[in-house]
Each structure stands twice: as C-alpha cells, then as structure tokens.
C-alpha cells in the first residue's frame, strides 16, 4: 500500500512566494525599470531569472533541503582608464592588468579591491600577453614596441623594438619561450621570448595582423587580419599550412584547439565559427550576439569559450557543441577583451568606458533580481544565506 502524504506533514513547508508573479514583484520590476532606465529586454530578462529561483526552490521538501544559485551580473566594477580598455591579462591568480586608450597600464585585484598600481612605462593602444607561467607580461602596442615586465614584482626589463611597424597583436608559446607579434604591414615576426633575437618573419596578410594565437603545443600558430582572412602557420619555418577567406569580414580574434586544425574566427559580423583547417570548412557557428565581436577566451580546462562584444554582453559557449552556456550582463559599455582566470571560475573584461569588471562563470541570477526577491523568500518563510564565494543558499525554514 502506497504511504500518503498527511495535510500535517506539507503544513511546514510554506507556499511558494512567486505563484504567478504577480502583485508586489511586477510592480516592484515596473519601478526598477522606471528608476534605471532598463528597457522592456531587462524586464523580460528579470522575469527570466526570477523563474529560475521560483523552479530551484519548488524541488525543496524539508528544513534539510537546500538549493544554491549563482549570482549573475558583475561581482565588481572599477572604472581605471580615462579613455576605452583595449587589452586585459591576468598576471597572477587573482591580479589583472588592463591597458587603455589613455595609454596608462594598471594592475589591480578583483579580490582584495586593494589600491590600484599604476606602471610607468605606456603604451598606445596596446595589447597584453602573460606568459602560462605568469612570470612575464608583454604589451605590444602601435608605438612600434613590445615592452616586457617580469611578474610578480612588474618590474621593466626590457623593449623590443619592431623597426617602424606598429604592433596590433602579439602571442607568447611558453613551451619554445618564442613570442609572435603581428605588424600593422602585414607581417608576423617570430622571436626568442628571453633574447629577443629574431628567428624569422614572414608575410602573413596583405592587411593589419589583428590576432595570433599559438596552440598549446606552440607547434601552430593562427594569425588573422582585418583582411578577412586567417591563416594557419608552423612557425619554427614559417611553413604555410592552410588559409581562409571565407569569414567575408574584418577578423578580431582567432584562437586555436589542443588538435592542432581547429580555429575558432570572430570578427565584425557579429557572429564566431568553427574552421577545420585540414578540411578547409566550416563546421559550427555560434550564434547570439547583436553587436560586433571584439574578443574570445577559451577556459583552461578548454571546454568553454567567452565571448566580448559591441552588444555590451559577455557570452560563454560550450565549444564542442556551440550552445551557449549563459549570457552575462550588467556592463555599462562595449565590452572589448576578456580573459579567463587561472582557475576557470571567473572572468575579467575590459569595457568602451574605461571600466574593468569581475564576472564569475556560473551564474543563474543578478544582484538586482535577488535584491528584489530575498524579501519575498524570507516573508515566503525561506531562509536566504548568502556565501563568500557569490552564491546564494536558500532553504525552507524550520518554523
């Protein structure tokens, strides 16, 4: 005989406070909007998440149960730069640099928020590279130089000048400590990392080099170009493997897979694809921004991919399947580099409004929804806990 569940036994577990969304949470929204100026896809998007936490907590059964919910949005902003942020790398576990059209180079940590240092060598619109090991960062820029720093301490140690091309990218192979800089004539010079001897330069594009990127074994190197094309290179002899012009657009950014013949392709026709270059085809797009895609990440566990673009969003994608993971939003700005940190769990991005921000990976909710809802929780007789690492434990009340 099946046990039945006694009218006793549900009298503790309070009812659900967002049954129908209605009354105090939509009017609650209507003034949020109203206050900030969010347009109706921030309502839509509100609503989104409060369904979220409405369906976590409808599994909750008893005072032992519980659920935990990410928080979406950023977890901390800081406007450092005057002018737009070009490039950002992490240089440790926690600590970031950014460098912006102001020219200035900061470092700054995300965790302790503690003061910001400031270098004193600058760079015009400069990209920056740390090594894998993060004893080294490298910031190429259109003054025709690639300045080096070592880490943890910043100190400058050396310059390498590129003879009278500006540099629009740059890429470091730990492995062969061999650094890549792409030249605004088209050219990509390789050089040894500790010496800065050249090893060889060859001719990449007939346009600007906006991206590099070696694979993991540093056996292949991917460059693309304003162009429209990208091209997949040996760099130890500068032998031409494959090539593409198909993307039909200006590149952004390329990265590279561990198999050595996938390259993942963003530019300014807001979409990003998969390109097997031994196949030469396409074979996978991700699909979902609005706006331009200035930057790509892959995670360091090589399973997920962030996208940066115009459309003020940061996107994160399975790679293997191009779905898309979630979307993070909350960024006053075009967003225009982002970097996966050392562990995976966080990224850190640089926007159009000089600002730099702190976004975790795993996300189902925002601030600004949470904020709205806890009094709802706590009153719907739910106990809200939140925790040091950005997420948010709720569970039904004993009483």
Known sequence: MDEETSPEDDQDKPSNPFSGLSGDIKDRIEEERIAT????????????????????????????????????GPLYTKVLHKDPVTSISFVSNTSCASVGMDQRI???????????????????????????????LACGSLDKTVQFWSLPDCGHIRTLDLGGFGVLSVAIDSNTRTIA?????GNVRISDLDTLETRNEFRAHDGTVTSLDF????????????????????????????GTSEYASPITTVKILDDERTVIIAGKNKQIQKWNSHEREMTGTFSGHSGDVHAIAISPDR??????????????????????????????????????SPNG???FSGNSEGEVAYWGVQLDVTQRVLDMVEEMLVDGGFNVKRTRKQTVIISLSET
């Not at 969010?38 to 998440?49: M, N, S």
């Open 303 to 340: 399973d997920l991919m962030a996208s940066a673009s115009k459309d003020n969003t940061i996107r994160i994608w399975d790679i293997e399947t191009c779905v898309e993971r979630k979307t993070l939003r909350g960024n006053r700005g075009s967003i225009n580099d982002v970097r996966f």
């Open 215 to 242: 694979s993991p074994s540093g056996m292949t190197l991917v460059s693309g170009s304003d162009d429209g094309s990208v091209n997949v290179w040996r760099p130890a002899s500068d032998t031409h493997v494959a």
């Open 181 to 185: 800089t792409g030249l605004y004539n």
């Open 345 to 347: 769990d966080h990224l």
């Open 106 to 136: 900061h470092i700054w940590d995300p965790i302790s928020k503690n003061d910001v240092s400031t270098l004193d060598e600058m760079a015009y619109n400069g990209h920056l590279v740390s090594t894998k090991e993060m004893d080294l």
């Open 37 to 72: 100026q969010e347009g109706e896809r921030q309502v839509a998007l509100d609503f989104i998440r409060i369904f979220r936490v409405k369906e976590k907590i409808s599994s909750l059964s008893g005072p032992r149960d519980s659920v935990e919910v990410m928080l979406g």
